[in-house]
């Protein structure tokens, strides 16, 4: 165990640490092809240099990021081979397309967009911009894809000769493309980055509106950093409400956990924080229906019957049933004796969808750590409210020319660039600390998908890595701040 865990927390570590460079790209990719398509319909300088200070910005961020990607993938090999060797026909595929056509598209237009302003002509250098985030938000869904289908494993089958969990066909490829928790979780994570980008940009500006420096620069900037940041906070609210239709049809257990529901039942409510409840609502957020049913975690352990009247088998059942997959597993591999492989093949085909249940040690295993998933999504949810509000007050305070009395909101604005990465952090926690035992939900746990390696060497490593991550985010924020500190180079009337 010591194994699993210190893979877990170095691959954590690894996916947090990548995460606070990819929201910060996706938002400001979207805020700097703004600015510079006002440049090229305008015709005014002004736009062309505050694009190109943001373009500054989205390449420092851009180059870190890049580096802790790839380690990220790499792990997957060394410290999940079991996993890799399990889905490796299917998960390969949509991160080798990641690589091939997303990144390399992302690459080679940001070269030109960094290097080409005085190259190329503006349209051709505004297509490069706006094709960078274009290749940056393909990436992502690519990547997600890969994600959601360890949350909603969909369009794959089983083969027992290969002991692997393949795409058998072009529609299999399709259904794991468009799988419904994939799209999902792509939008819900692109719109959390216009967020990130825009209070990013909000913030920034509101530093130079402190200092009195390039207050025109600020201003507009503000603005649409503020408008892009409030219609990302607006779409987080809708994907977000189809990622929680989805956790309840698909993973029930994160759904409880992130409620913490020991027992469910129809018109269930919605815990605010302990002790204040708003009834009916948690029925109405995860199945559209005041009196839908919502199971919770005893629920689950014991099996129970959902609005459609299907049985859902208890824990214990699904064990015994994963069991059996696993022993007739055992049994085809093993003899050559044709009627017993047929009748083992028969076994398995009848449980192998409760096959990763067969690996657990009591029905409680599949409970996640509930404090964390509980408290997480609160504070995800709170935190991206607060953001919103604060975007929304700045355009307010825009608006009424009301900012340089406000400087409390300019500081709150400040405040506000740590407080939506740590939204952030805390939504990858409920959807990855909350579907635990589960590597790939339902069919393979955690303590399965590991290499066969030694806890110190697991140790040893992820300390490596921590020492040079936090160099890297130490180099980086120090280049940031000091480019920040420059400022755009505006000319002298702009200032």
């Not at 390969?92 to 002509?121: C, D, N, Q, R």
Request: proline residues 4%.
């Amino acid at each position: 165990m010591d194994v699993v865990i210190w893979s877990r927390i170095q691959f954590a570590m690894t996916a947090a640490y990548h995460w606070l460079f990819v929201p910060l790209t996706l938002g400001l990719a979207l805020v700097m092809a703004v600015m510079e398509t006002l440049y090229v319909v305008k015709k005014d300088p002004f736009w062309k240099k505050t694009a190109q200070f943001w373009i500054k910005l989205f390449a420092i961020n851009f180059a870190v990021g890049i580096a802790t990607g790839i380690i990220l993938e790499f792990e997957f090999g060394t410290n999940w081979s079991n996993y890799s060797w399990f889905v490796g026909d299917m998960f390969g595929a949509p991160l080798a397309i990641e690589g091939i056509l997303a990144f390399f598209m992302e690459a080679t237009f940001f070269a030109v967009m960094f290097f080409g302003w005085e190259k190329v002509s503006p349209r051709f250098h505004l297509a490069s911009t706006w094709l960078t985030g274009i290749g940056a938000t393909i990436s992502a869904y690519w990547i997600l894809v890969a994600n959601g289908w360890m949350q909603n494993p969909v369009g794959t089958t089983f083969n027992p000769d290969t002991v692997r969990s393949e795409m058998a066909s072009a529609a299999a490829f399709w259904e794991v493309v468009t799988n419904p928790v994939a799209v999902s979780k792509f939008c819900h994570s692109v719109t959390s980055g216009w967020v990130t980008g825009g209070i990013f940009v909000v913030g920034v500006s509101a530093w130079y509106l402190l200092k009195n420096r390039h207050s025109e620069f600020a201003r507009k900037s503000m603005l649409i950093g503020a408008i892009v940041g409030l219609v990302g906070s607006g779409a987080v609210m809708l994907s977000g409400d189809s990622s929680g239709v989805h956790a309840a049809e698909f993973q029930p257990m994160k759904l409880a956990a992130a409620e913490g529901l020991e027992d469910g039942g129809n018109g269930a409510a919605f815990t605010i924080v302990p002790g204040i409840k708003i009834p009916k609502m948690l029925s109405i957020l995860a199945t559209h229906d005041i009196d839908g049913f919502v199971p919770g975690i005893n629920d689950i352990l014991k099996g129970y019957t959902d609005d459609e009247g299907n049985v859902i088998p208890s824990v214990e059942e699904k064990m015994r049933m994963g069991r059996l997959a696993l022993d007739a597993l055992a049994v085809y591999r093993s003899t050559d004796d044709p009627e017993q492989k047929a009748h083992a093949k028969e076994v398995l085909d009848a449980n192998v969808q409760y096959m990763g249940y067969g690996h657990l040690d009591k029905p409680e295993d599949v409970i996640p750590p509930v404090g964390i998933v509980f408290w997480s999504f609160r504070l995800m949810i709170g935190l991206g409210m607060l953001v919103a509000l604060v975007l929304l007050l700045v355009l307010y305070g825009l608006w009424k020319n009301k900012l340089d009395q406000w400087k409390w909101l300019l500081w709150a604005a400040i405040a506000c660039i740590p407080m939506a990465y740590i939204a952030g952090q805390c939504g990858w926690i409920v959807a990855e600390v909350g579907r635990q035992p589960w590597t790939i939900q339902g069919l393979l746990p955690v303590n399965v998908a590991i290499s066969s390696l030694s806890a110190a060497a697991v140790k040893t490593t992820f300390f490596v890595f921590l020492g040079i991550f936090a160099m890297f985010l130490i180099i980086e924020i120090r280049i940031l701040i000091g480019a920040i500190r420059k400022g755009p180079e505006l000319e002298p009337q702009n200032n």
